[in-house]
């Protein structure tokens, strides 16, 4: 039993571990590309400011969760809503993650053709990472393998902020409320729905009691990393206009080539592995009414992603980008939905 | 199997992500610009990849920069790289009409810049400072390039003033690039020049040395003597329209009495920086203190700080101690 006991605690972890890796990834890429160029020095903390509707329609599907006495989301939804209701959970978390590795691909893909300069079509490119992925995709092999990299992740991040810490400037962040044309509403607009991934990590099985605090530190990581560029770098090249590559390659844009070459590296390691996670996160949701996975639903779902690539990228990214900020309404629609059967279940109760 | 694939796929990208192999591309180690009333002439330094080394200057011409650039990548034998580009050598009648910003924007955007190459100006024709980039010791140009700036750095006659550096001063304060000058037939370089062509002496490019904290010990002259100091502190503080500079340092061996180099001191950066307030440049960054006052950009705008800074009332003052 022990040997089960531990094992379960294991999967426990490295399930945490690939959550994690998805929100914070997905929050760097939703801060960087969207709302960074709007607002310029004020990113940081509008980043956080975006981080309060996540965090909001989170508890509130916690808060199902507790109504309806069970541990797991989809068993709230059944609870409160019936199999419709499991359903509908399912439906919208898998779309809300098969966009998000749509949004992954898309962004690593142009990353190495516009940004790194890598030879080869997106297409032919996309064919050769979906190719990668589909040799690690494997239902636990993902996210052991996300967790037995995560402190050589940790020390490269804190290695890239180490050592360009000494070319920061407390008064670059000034003044708060941005610089040259930048526009926070719109930002805040644009950001909004950057936090759904929070829901997904603060309703896990591993984000109880103690658990929590250390569960939801990844999060903080994109506003800190956005403090930090914010100190190194003056307003006006943060509001530069730039295209997508540029944007991703802005942290380390100015630092030596060594520290570049780190940050390049780290970026598409996480980027890759977030891609992985997001289609492996969404076959499961949409499997779980029918509480079996089809082992080839994972590398069908990844096809048919390489397989958009072959769409203009500049035109798919202009798509992704418009969805981007709704992406909140449907998980906290649901929720409404559910909130006031699950009070009247409790109720009865 | 798959944690090792996982685990070399960065470094298997990365490999495939150069664009050329090495051996396809010219490393060009300096690159001169200068603009004429019709034309954009640049003139690259690069390695002729012969037995025995050696360089070879490849020049370019174009209506714009961009097109010098690729008249100059037609011309080399191999794909011009700027991935090792130590100096960056621009003429400074661009840098009076105003063009250097925009030049040094369009190289950061190219994807192979060297961010870390020193930026200088300099009033010699550039195709001739271009054949004289020879390296003094050694084969490689790269190393003596880095080892002569270091060296003027060391010695206060140079500020530091890399790509990087410069364009991340951004609008909150000015910089001070190199001064390049040819002596007998060898580049040499000592002094400045503000961003908009205003020259700065040696002993004034090391006034500017002790007041940024590049050089704690120096060598400096003054009017009436000179002093060997370090241990140098500054603070500068910006109220309305009045800046005070406070400096204290150790002088260990001096000509002047204490006194004297204090006042001598005083007046030798009073002088400075009331030329280069005039002049338009915050090469202290006063401008970062008083955005600091500011909560958004139109309070920022409205205080239209590069006209505010020339009207900027200095107050100097400066403390030597030590056994000379």
């Given at each position: ?40 020095a004020?990113?940081w ?120 810490l000494p070319d920061a400037r407390l008064d670059q962040l000034f003044p708060l ?50 403090l930090l560029?914010t100190l190194i770098m003056p307003g ?114 | ?171 909150r304060q ?111 960054g006063?401008?970062r203190q008083?955005a600091m006052h ?31």
């Open positions: 039993m022990s040997q089960l006991t531990s094992r379960a605690a294991g999967e426990k972890r490295t399930r945490l571990s690939l959550l994690q890796l998805l929100c914070a990834v997905s929050l760097w890429r939703t801060a960087v590309t969207q709302v960074l160029p709007l607002c310029g004020s990113a903390w509008v980043t956080l400011a975006c981080l309060l509707p996540g965090i909001g329609t989170a508890a509130l599907l916690r808060w199902i969760m507790y109504l309806t006495h069970t541990d797991t989301l989809p068993e709230a939804f059944r609870a409160g809503l019936g199999k419709a209701g499991m359903w509908l959970l399912s439906a919208v978390l898998g779309a809300l993650l098969l966009v998000e590795g749509l949004s992954g691909l898309t962004v690593l893909i142009t990353l190495f053709t516009q940004g790194v300069g890598t030879r080869g079509t997106p297409f032919t490119l996309s064919l050769l990472t979906g190719g990668a992925l589909l040799l690690s995709l494997h239902r636990e092999g993902l996210s052991r393998a996300v967790h037995f990299l995560r402190w050589g992740m940790i020390a490269a991040t804190v290695l890239i902020a180490a050592c360009l409320y941005g610089v040259a044309d930048a526009s926070v509403p719109e930002a805040l607009k644009a950001g909004i729905s950057l936090a759904w991934p929070l829901t997904l990590l603060l309703t896990g099985p591993c984000a109880k009691g103690d658990g929590l605090s250390r569960a939801v530190l990844p999060v903080f990581a994109a506003p800190a990393a956005l560029l006006e090249l943060l509001t530069r206009p730039a295209a997508l590559a540029d944007l991703l390659l802005l942290p380390a844009k100015y630092a030596p080539n060594a520290l570049q070459i780190l940050y390049l590296c780290l970026l598409m390691l996480t980027m890759f592995l977030a891609v992985g996670a997001a289609v492996q996160l969404a076959t499961e949701q949409l499997c779980i009414p029918q509480k079996r996975c089809p082992g080839w639903l994972p590398h069908a779902v990844l096809i048919g992603l390489v397989l958009i690539q072959t769409a203009d990228a500049g035109t798919l990214w202009e798509l992704l980008s418009a969805v981007q900020p709704w992406l909140l309404v449907p998980l906290a629609g649901v929720a409404l939905l559910c909130l006031p059967a699950s009070i009247i279940r409790r109720k009865i109760v | 199997m798959r944690i090792l694939v996982l685990l070399l796929l960065p470094v298997w990208l990365c490999s495939a992500c150069t664009a050329l192999p090495a051996e396809e591309r010219a490393f060009a180690v300096a690159l001169c610009v200068e603009k004429t009333a019709e034309e954009w002439h640049v003139h690259g330094r690069i390695p002729t990849y012969q037995p025995g080394g050696g360089y070879m200057t490849v020049a370019g011409e174009g209506g714009s920069f961009s097109a010098a650039l690729a008249d100059m990548d037609a011309a080399s034998p191999m794909r011009i790289n700027l991935s090792q580009l130590r100096l960056l050598a621009v003429d400074v009648s661009l840098a009076e009409s105003g063009g250097l910003l925009n030049l040094l924007t369009t190289l950061s955007n190219r994807r192979d810049m060297r961010m870390q190459c020193a930026v200088a100006l300099t009033d010699e024709p550039l195709q001739s400072v271009a054949e004289a980039l020879k390296p003094a010791a050694g084969t490689r140009l790269s190393k003596a390039l880095d080892l002569m700036l270091n060296a003027r750095m060391e010695q206060g006659s140079i500020l530091p003033a890399t790509l990087s550096d410069v364009l991340r001063l951004g609008e000015s910089p001070i690039l190199i001064a390049l000058a040819m002596a007998e037939g060898d580049v040499s370089l000592s002094g400045g020049y503000t961003a908009d062509g205003v020259y700065l002496s040696v002993d004034e490019t090391a006034l500017l040395s002790l007041l940024l904290g590049h050089a704690k010990t120096l060598r400096i002259e003054v009017t009436e003597g000179s002093a060997e100091v370090r241990d140098a502190a500054v603070k500068v503080c910006l109220d309305e329209d009045l800046a005070r500079v406070e400096l204290t340092l150790t002088a260990t061996a001096s000509s002047l009495t204490q006194e004297a180099l204090e006042q001598g001191l005083a007046d030798s950066i009073l002088g400075l920086l009331t030329r280069l307030s005039t002049a338009g440049c915050d090469v202290l006063l401008g008083a500011t909560h958004d950009v139109t309070q920022w705008q409205t205080l239209n700080w590069p006209e505010k800074y020339r009207d900027i009332r200095w107050q100097v003052s400066v403390g030597v101690s030590g056994p000379a």
